[in-house]
């Protein structure tokens, strides 16, 4: 264990969480492990409901992060068999079931992507398929009996759909026992989640407590905005800024965000300080912001060459010099283009980004979906992606 004295350990452990249930049980377990010099538990789970992992998710990471720093040991939990049921926290209607192929592609990158992030020594991946899928009838029904119907409604979004006589799903009451027994099976400590994880978080606390064991410590996070400013970070939004992205893109999500959002993203995703940041030019701000965030997940140099590279696109309206380049005889049509060279990800993508007048091919924007490029020129989509086209 770091010999680092309680009160320190806990203002690290404080810093952007929202809550702490409760920070007297905490400092008794970090006491408790200090003494013993025996590492706490500390669970998060995360559903592999789309691929790759992005700087929402990094919010959780960071903070599990911490306490590996703190020397314990974190348990990356792969919610496999509950991503098949959909977690319905903070839903209005119930969640799209994915198919078993699809949460393990997801759970792949997942799986790959973390180690960015925490400390492989220091982490145990698992898997809650590994308990649920052998489990038979009998015990899953003895399973619900810790638990009561009349705890799970007083859940604020099952109560609000119950209201307006939307449908409640069997399974979806069931989806916060079964997080709350992993905690269970791992002998969790603290978990971590996001604010909206809250009720699930303390299912595991209550679960704990009926199976005899010591109740977990939640802790949770905010969610992090995505780079709308409004909604939650997500993938299906397109507000996301993944991990897994090169710097370049990565640089200039992070350019177009708010002044407001971007004091947020040094508090939850860098440990620098705060006050120093306020004193700072804004774009001076957001440059420093953007390199800290890339540097975290490539090398630095690279975070450097996508700042130099930002400069001369946006600032002195130059081409990118290391532009892709991309061979056609005239016959593709716009959307081939777009979608064989990987500039966008679907053909809706495509014929979304034409209408809103977002697809320039030197510099005359293009509004025909058919549009085939009869000679050699620069592709640009939006304000940050381009291709050079040779024909």
Do not use: C
């Amino acid at each position: 264990m770091q010999k680092i004295d309680i009160q320190t350990q806990l203002e690290i452990i404080k810093r952007g969480a929202v809550e702490i249930i409760s920070e007297g049980e905490l400092r008794k377990k970090i006491e408790e492990s200090m003494r013993t010099k025996k590492p706490l538990n500390i669970k998060a789970g995360f559903d592999p409901t789309a691929a790759d992992i992005h700087l929402g998710h990094a919010v959780l990471l960071r903070k599990l992060r911490q306490f590996q720093d703190l020397g314990h040991k974190v348990y990356f939990l792969i919610g496999d068999f509950t991503a098949r049921i959909g977690d319905p926290s903070g839903r209005s209607e119930k969640r799209k079931q994915l198919s078993p192929q699809e949460v393990l592609e997801n759970a792949a990158t997942y799986k790959k992507q973390v180690f960015k992030i925490l400390d492989s020594d220091n982490t145990e991946v698992v898997f809650n398929s590994k308990w649920f899928d052998p489990m038979r009838g009998l015990e899953f029904g003895r399973l619900l009996t810790h638990y009561t119907a009349t705890r799970l409604l007083e859940r604020n979004d099952f109560s609000s759909r119950l209201k307006e006589k939307k449908p409640l799903y069997m399974s979806e009451l069931v989806y916060p026992i079964l997080q709350g027994y992993d905690s269970v099976v791992l002998k969790a400590d603290v978990e971590i989640g996001g604010t909206d994880q809250k009720f699930n978080l303390l299912v595991g606390r209550d679960l704990q407590q009926d199976f005899g064991q010591p109740k977990q410590v939640v802790i949770t996070m905010p969610l992090l905005e995505g780079t709308d400013g409004v909604q939650k970070m997500s993938k299906s939004l397109d507000n996301y800024i993944g991990i897994n992205e090169s710097p370049q893109e990565m640089f200039g999500k992070i350019m177009s965000i708010s002044d407001k959002l971007m004091l947020r993203y040094y508090e939850l995703l860098t440990a620098e300080d705060l006050e120093g940041v306020k004193k700072m030019h804004p774009k001076e701000a957001k440059l420093r912001l953007a390199e800290n965030i890339i540097g975290q997940y490539h090398p630095q140099k690279e975070a450097s060459r996508a700042s130099q590279e930002f400069e001369r696109v946006f600032s002195q309206k130059e081409l990118p010099q290391d532009m892709a380049e991309y061979k056609t005889d005239g016959t593709k049509t716009i959307i081939s283009i777009l979608l064989s060279s990987g500039l966008v990800k679907s053909g809706n993508e495509a014929r979304r980004l034409i209408k809103q007048g977002a697809i320039v091919f030197d510099n005359s924007p293009i509004d025909k979906e058919n549009f085939s490029p009869q000679r050699s020129g620069i592709l640009k989509v939006g304000s940050r992606r381009f291709l050079k086209v040779v024909v």
